[in-house]
């Protein structure tokens, strides 16, 4: 067993488990944060983004030790109670999504995308997202929710935005 | 109180559907809104349930010890080395679960396949044993220790040669299910592994052949392909009381579940409850038994809530899209007109028959295309072979076999010198016409769709081929489907004390937004707004019957149902304030959880609650039943006056670049166009046509399983490519052809698969039309285009 504190959603939270649990099985498994999907398990499809000290990770690829004493946001820390970030407006705006489970890691990766690179032209976020896979949607929607975003986001940095 | 449910029409339908100008679709409030998803907010702050998200108390976890050979007995099963790791519970075999059920063999179709393997296996990958244990790790541990001995038979993968004399049988006998009595005739019928050929015949085929002016014939293939959907299969299991059944799964058909376990355990259908959440996509891949029978069988074996979840590599070992083999024969008149066609597909069904009978056969009888043709024959046969199941995915074998006909009809077509486009508006079937099957084509505008695909690809303007290594070409396709018949739907509108409301339903939401559209649905009808309405989400306990979320079939039935449930709960209401107002119920009115008359007078909600219950309470429950008109085919010439409720016609139209140093083909421009009838909710409509052409993308381009001696070996999405945001093409869209069905709740007609039918004829033409290449199997992948290149060029590559 190996203990892991890592600072998530800004904060601080323990666990002791077995060394081969992966952040994205700690986060699901022991902290209940069931927003970070698993879709393969083998960092094939991005379903399990989260972000890792500001840099996008695919979190069943990392080891929750790795992760110890770092900083990790996931989709449940991008909103407030009363307030969606605008990347998820965006997304609930153009309807990005159709059964969503590809969704909270495409919006992290999103996130970190943007946090990078405010204005990233359409090539641009292919590229980043190139990773993210989704069996439903043929990406259109989300691509234009993600421009959107970035629009409002350099329009009005919100406060939220950690 | 019910209003009668069930439209009946006359069954000889000779009856035309009405001008498409009298078919205008009235002005609605919230029927052809682009309303968000209901759920959109759950799925963009991660909170939207998932079956895979849940824990039981005290539950073990299973991992699944599946085969290593792809035929064979099993000599010896040896669990000692297993079940000597700490935490493991249990190791469950084939003959354990026949202590409990003494016939453990379920299917939709044929009752074939065994909850886990008794005696014998049929594939790689085959559930031979599950290991139990609290902890996941422990259990996936001792998976890999239990020893199984085979002793192997000779085994068989190709559709074609498994139908061959001397082919290895691969089932003892035919084992026909109980739920479909046309397939009754099969039953006990043994030395073979064709499972069903059915028929169709119309006209003199023969002798169509004999006057026509000049013969085509080709065979065209497609591989195996696998849904990959991104929740993986989960089911669990709980005992529930003193002798019911709890599961939890993510499944399509949660009615289905739980007449199929009651079933197998021999319990009446009220000891099991079936329960969904969302479904983090399926197209197919969850429908019917996947890991329900198994849960079940479990739990109830060691008394504990029992959970098994698949990895991604194990969904491709559970269930995929057919393999199919497709002969094609079309006599031709001078003037461009078919006069005869003779189709013989095979289809390879895997191991086990799951829907794939039904596959064959109802995609079967559309394999002529939307054409009128005069002299049709039809045969289709469902092959059992030693590779993994094949069901239903998204299409539900259209695709395959608008694969072979709409390339078959461009190779026609060039070869007369007509323009592909002018060669199908010569030969469609218009409304009104009798199809191959003798059903009348209605309500299907086929010549619209083909109007659309040439404007928003400029037919008529000159296209520029390029010059120099990369060349372009552009093609275009059409298909259609007959909805699955016949099923049933059941719906509940509950209107509460307060006026709010909810619909209780069946149909599960697997991404295709059918909680929005029934909501939709019942609030047009209810004349109250979408966003007020709940939609509970299926619950055997709670929910009524519903055969299935398949086949394009959900808007179309159970939006019917819930429009008659609300017409029901609406008609209750009206009929209280009209005994309170003593007026005609004809005077009166329901609009925003209120009852208004002519005259003015208005009764809200409050008063309609005291005047029914003596208090401003209770609820008004209304019921709507919708079974669409069917008549059986003739078993000899699957002949049938009415054999589906509709017609889904779809286009696609493709523009691409090909590499011919390379042979990678990038596709600039995809359009899909689609007969929806009537958009509930044109965005999510749109949004399922853009999803399908992609999805077929996928299956154009790259994806196939590939095989060695049964065994998959690209079993990841690391070499099992589907589409990213890198492949989706520039320019991608989806336009609807909107003619309100007659039938349709508000002249809606399924969409969910029509985005798939067209896209991969619609490239391959664009191929040819780009290099003058014909490529006969999909997927077109650069080293398959490569080599006919080559080989067109008389210096083929060395073969691997
Ligand atoms: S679950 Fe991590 S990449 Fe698929
Ligand atoms: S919305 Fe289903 S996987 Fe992306």
């Not at chain 2, 296996?121 to 902890?135: F, I, N, Q």
């Not at chain 2, 479909?180 to 169709?200: E, M």
């Not at chain 2, 309609?608 to 003596?614: C, P, Q, T, V, Y």
Request: net charge negative.
């Amino acid at each position: 067993m190996v203990t892991v504190t890592i600072n998530v959603n800004g904060e601080k939270r323990t666990a002791s488990v077995p060394p081969e649990t992966t952040l994205l099985r700690l986060l699901r498994d022991d902290f209940n944060l069931t927003g970070s999907k698993l879709g393969c398990d083998v960092g094939d499809c991005g379903a399990c983004t989260v972000i890792v000290d500001g840099k996008a990770v695919n979190s069943c690829l990392m080891l929750a030790a790795q992760a110890d004493g770092r900083d990790v946001l996931t989709i449940e820390g991008l909103a407030t109670m009363d307030r969606l970030h605008p990347i998820q407006k965006a997304f609930e705006k153009y309807a990005s999504l159709q059964c969503g489970f590809c969704g909270p890691g495409v919006i992290m990766s999103a996130k970190a995308l943007l946090d990078e690179n405010p204005d990233p032209t359409v090539q641009e976020i292919r590229d980043a997202l190139g990773g993210n896979l989704c069996r439903c949607t043929g990406y259109v929607k989300m691509i234009e929710a993600i421009q959107d975003a970035a629009r409002i986001l350099r329009d009005e940095p919100v406060e939220i935005n950690r | 109180m019910t209003i009668p449910a069930r439209f009946t029409e006359p069954a000889d339908t000779t009856v035309e559907a009405p001008p498409k100008a009298k078919r205008k679709a009235a002005v609605r409030r919230e029927v052809g809104r682009s309303i968000p998803r209901l759920e959109s907010h759950a799925k963009v702050d991660g909170s939207a349930e998932y079956i895979y998200h849940l824990r039981l108390p005290g539950m073990l976890q299973g991992k699944i010890c599946r085969s290593t050979v792809p035929h064979g007995r099993i000599v010896r099963i040896d669990a000692s080395a297993a079940l000597a790791i700490e935490g493991v519970h249990a190791v469950i075999t084939g003959e354990d679960i026949r202590t409990l059920i003494p016939d453990p063999y379920y299917g939709p179709a044929f009752h074939d396949q065994p909850i886990l393997a008794i005696g014998k296996v049929r594939y790689v990958g085959e559930p031979v044993a599950v290991v139990l244990a609290a902890d996941l790790h422990v259990a996936e541990e001792a998976a890999d220790q239990v020893v199984v001995e085979y002793e192997p038979l000779e085994p068989v993968f190709d559709e074609v040669a498994a139908t061959k004399p001397g082919a290895p049988i691969i089932h003892d006998s035919l084992r026909p299910a109980g739920m479909f009595p046309d397939l009754q005739y099969l039953k006990g019928r043994s030395g073979t592994n064709v499972a069903l050929d059915a028929r169709v015949l119309h006209g003199d085929v023969e002798k169509g052949f004999a006057e026509a002016d000049q013969v085509f014939e080709n065979v065209f293939r497609s591989r195996k392909v696998v849904h990959a959907t991104f929740e993986p299969t989960v089911s669990l299991a709980e005992l529930n009381g003193s002798n019911g059944l709890t599961i939890h799964t993510s499944s399509q058909s949660p009615s289905y579940v739980r007449a199929e376990v009651s079933r197998l355990l021999g319990w009446p259908e009220n000891r099991v409850r079936v329960r969904t959440a969302f479904l983090g996509g399926s197209f197919g891949a969850k429908l019917y038994i996947k890991l329900e029978a198994l849960v079940a069988a479990c739990a109830l074996l060691v008394r504990k809530p029992v959970r098994i979840g698949l990895t991604m590599e194990e969904e491709f070992y559970t269930i995929t899209k057919h393999g199919a083999t497709v002969r094609i024969k079309t006599g031709m008149a001078k003037d461009g007109r078919i006069v005869a066609r003779e189709v013989e597909t095979w289809w390879n069904g895997g191991a086990y028959a799951d829907i794939g009978p039904r596959v064959s056969q109802k995609s079967g009888f559309t394999a002529a295309g939307p054409y009128d043709i005069e002299n049709v024959s039809l045969i289709n046969y469902a092959v059992y072979t030693n590779d993994p199941p094949a069901g239903a995915l998204r299409g539900f074998g259209i695709s395959q076999i608008v694969w072979a006909y709409e390339c078959q009809n461009d190779i026609i077509a060039r070869s007369l010198g007509i323009d592909p486009l002018e060669f199908r508006r010569r030969n469609i079937l218009h409304d009104g016409r009798p199809h191959a099957t003798g059903t009348i084509m209605t309500n299907a505008e086929i010549d619209e769709v083909l109007d659309r695909l040439s404007d928003r690809m400029h037919w008529d303007v000159l296209f520029d081929h390029g010059s120099g290594p990369v060349r372009r070409g552009r093609g275009l396709a059409i298909g259609f489907k007959a909805c699955i018949a016949p099923t049933t739907s059941v719906a509940v509108v509950n209107v509460y004390g307060d006026g709010s409301c909810c619909v209780s339903c069946s149909t599960v939401d697997m991404g295709q937004g059918s909680d929005t559209a029934m909501a939709q649905i019942a609030a047009e009808t209810l004349g109250i707004s979408t966003e007020t309405v709940r939609v509970i989400h299926p619950d055997t306990d709670v929910t009524p019957y519903d055969m299935a979320t398949l086949g394009s079939r959900s808007t179309y039935h159970m939006g019917n149902a819930v429009r008659l449930a609300a017409e029901d709960a609406r008609a209750q209401l009206l009929r209280i304030a009209a005994a309170t107002l003593q007026t005609d119920i004809e005077e009166l009115e329901y609009r925003d959880g209120a009852v208004i008359s002519r005259s003015g007078a208005r009764m809200t909600m409050r008063g309609l609650m005291l005047a029914r219950f003596g208090m401003q309470a209770g609820t008004v429950i209304g019921m709507g039943t919708f079974t669409p008109p069917y008549t059986k085919p003739d078993p000899r010439t699957g002949q049938s006056p009415q054999i589906t409720p509709y017609w889904m016609l779809a286009g696609a139209a493709a523009e691409i670049e090909v590499d011919t140093e390379t042979g990678r083909i990038r596709v600039t421009k995809l359009v899909n166009v689609g007969d929806v009838g009537c958009a509930i909710n044109p965005a999510i409509a749109k949004r399922q046509l853009n999803g399908a052409g992609t999805m077929q993308l996928g299956f154009t381009l790259f994806e196939e399983m590939r095989f060695n001696e049964g065994q998959v070996i690209n079993a990841s999405l690391a070499d099992y490519k589907i589409p990213g945001m890198l492949d989706v093409p520039e320019d991608l869209s989806a336009e609807l052809v909107e003619f309100p069905h007659e039938h349709g709740p508000f002249g809606a007609k399924g969409v969910g698969e029509t985005g798939m039918f067209s896209v991969s004829p619609a490239i391959a033409n664009a191929l040819c039309d780009a290099i003058g290449v014909r490529i006969m199997e999909l997927p077109l992948t650069p080293e398959r285009v490569l080599r006919a290149i080559r080989e067109s060029e008389n210096r083929p590559l060395e073969s691997e």
